[in-house]
């Protein structure tokens, strides 16, 4: 176990899943440029920015966090943008780093993007198993939102 910045520990395993994410976000963002130039991939990646954004703010400082184990003093939203889909931010990475991708495509960029997809898959079920153990009615709100994508996943 290792303290992060707020005294809260977190298994080793976290740790080198947020590592290896940002390993791969970096790599995105460095092997070509930040912002699409075809206007209709500049509305996909601003609609990611806005659905990360989203969730980052929908949650609040005390419950947001790069690891998937729920903080010590978190709550459980299911307002605003967590009425539609539990994980916006991941979502929005993905969003981001797909249409980066498209725009500029090269096999090591969509490697890393196939990487980073099972990191934050492989993060999202395991927060969502720590989820259900630390609010009773986790099980309830996964019944009448989907994980990632609205309406199918």
């Known amino acids: ?8 520990k977190y298994p080793l395993l976290s740790w080198l899943l947020v590592f290896a994410q940002v390993a791969c976000l970096i790599f995105i963002g460095l092997t070509a440029p930040l912002k699409a130039i075809r206007i209709e991939l ?4 601003l609609s990611g920015v806005f659905i990360a954004i989203s969730g ?3 949650l609040n400082w005390h419950s ?8 010590n003093k978190s709550r459980l939203v299911q ?10 931010t991941y979502a929005g990475i993905l969003i981001v780093s797909s249409t980066l991708i498209w725009q500029f495509w090269s096999i090591p960029r969509l490697l890393a993007l196939c ?3 099972f990191i934050l898959i492989f993060k999202i079920l ?5 989820l259900a153990q630390k609010f009773p009615d986790y099980e309830d ?8 994508i609205p309406f199918l996943w």
């Open 79 to 88: 307002s605003g943008i967590f009425a539609y889909i539990r994980h916006p």
């Open 141 to 148: 709100y996964k019944k009448n939102t989907n994980r990632l």
């Open 42 to 45: 500049q509305i996909w990646e």
């Open 56 to 58: 980052i703010f929908g």
């Open 1 to 8: 176990m290792i303290k992060n910045l707020d005294n809260q």
């Open 115 to 117: 990487l980073l997809s």
């Open 64 to 71: 947001f966090s790069v690891f998937p184990e729920p903080k």
């Open 126 to 130: 395991r927060e969502e198993k720590l």
